[in-house]
């Protein structure tokens, strides 16, 4: 269930004011979606004798953090020394590309601090509220900490896991099928699923990501672009495997737009291609858990896989996915390429979508 639709569930049937307050951080810290990475998404609220006097949340990464800005945004910080501020995750205790937020509330003389989820992050992980206390702060912890810990799925993944957060995507036919059966060479195009609200949403999730993944065979075939077109935000890494080094240099994903990593055993010439990497992979070995080594050492938080049906299933087998999302159509094809299974889900919701169903699936 979507954070922001689970809590008005929960407002439904009773809340704290605790509660009420964090839900609000939680609004806030969702509008730093497209900015704040790879920082968490993360709000905050300053409550004064029952009034919020100030809020803010992270819009960037490299900018003020969400207490930065809700302190900001109180017009007499005399009220600081008699309010309550709220924050979704432990203030930062250290100095990374700002001053810890630990200090400024220590500074600004805030008594009580009420937090969503403590930071597992290596250079936070309870810094934050050991400083808070130690200053004479009261500290609360916990309060709708599963729904600031969901918020924030990627970037507790990325850094407990040491990999990246693996969201898979795909669109199959109402009986089972991923594509028509096609050879490479042949110029049949591939079938189409997508009306245009989801191609939007395909688009949005690609923004949203930092890394996008495919096979050869799906980038011979269906020579995509991989890139945002359709959603605002920046085009992510494209990322192919390709083992023998035989893709064409002509297609889409070499056409030096935007960056391209080829994980192969074969290295090539791409002269004149400067936004063409090359990373060298044992394909006698683990495949997928060298790929998502390279992408944790290079920051790569969250990694989007779409396509074909074997690299689906592959990541699928080795239990290497967080998120799926699955679009049926309402065409029958009767026969082709079988569209990946899942079987390792922990939850489901579908949506309907235009005559479409969206299966969305959380590991």
């Known amino acids: 269930m979507n954070v922001l639709v ?4 929960k407002e439904t049937i009773a809340m704290t004011i605790d509660e009420r307050y964090m839900a609000r951080c939680l609004q806030l810290a969702a509008c730093g979606r497209a900015g704040a990475a790879p920082n968490p998404m993360v709000g905050a609220v300053i409550v004064h004798n029952g009034t919020i006097i100030g809020e803010g949340y992270h819009r960037q990464c490299g900018g003020p953090h969400a207490e930065v800005n809700a ?18 995750l432990e203030p930062c205790a250290h100095y990374g590309k700002t001053p810890p937020c630990a200090d400024l509330i220590v500074s600004k003389g805030i008594p009580h601090v009420v937090i969503g989820c403590r930071d597992s992050y290596a250079e936070v992980d309870g810094k934050g509220i050991q400083k808070l206390r130690a200053a004479g702060i009261e500290v609360t912890i916990g309060v709708l900490e599963q729904e600031c810990r969901e918020l924030n799925r990627a970037f507790f993944t990325y850094h407990s896991k040491q990999r990246p957060y693996i969201t898979l995507k795909w669109a199959q036919s109402t009986d089972g099928y991923i594509d028509a059966l096609r050879e490479e060479g042949e110029a049949h195009e591939p079938v189409k699923f997508s009306t245009e609200e989801s191609a939007l ?19 011979v075939l269906d020579n995509p672009s991989l890139t945002t077109r359709l959603w605002p935000g920046k085009s992510p890494l494209r990322l192919v495997i390709d083992r023998k080094g035989m893709l064409d240099k002509g297609l889409r994903l070499f056409d030096n737009t935007s960056k391209t990593t080829v994980f192969t055993e074969v290295l090539r010439d791409f002269e ?70 899942i079987t390792n889900w922990q939850k489901k919701e579908t949506l309907e979508s235009f005559g479409h169903q969206i299966e969305h699936f959380l590991a």
Do not use: C
């Not at 689970?6 to 569930?9: A, S």
């Not at 302190?71 to 501020?85: F, K, N, P, Q």
């Not at 949403?201 to 980038?219: F, M, P, Q």
């Not at 026969?335 to 299974?341: L, M, N, S, T, W």
């Open 6 to 9: 689970g809590l008005f569930v």
């Open 71 to 88: 302190i900001a945004a109180v017009e007499d910080e005399r009220l600081l020394r008699e309010s309550t501020m709220y924050v979704s």
């Open 272 to 341: 004149g291609l400067d936004k063409v990497e090359q990373v060298v992979v044992d394909f006698e070995g683990d495949v997928l858990a060298q790929i998502a080594e390279y992408l944790y050492k290079n920051k790569v938080q969250r990694l989007l896989v779409e396509g074909g049906s074997q690299t689906l299933q592959r990541f699928i087998d080795a239990g290497l996915w967080d998120e799926a999302y699955i679009e049926w159509a309402p065409i029958m094809l009767g026969d082709g390429v079988k569209a990946p299974e």
């Open 201 to 219: 949403r395909v688009h949005r999730l690609r923004a949203l990501s930092d890394a996008i993944l495919v096979g050869r065979r799906t980038a």
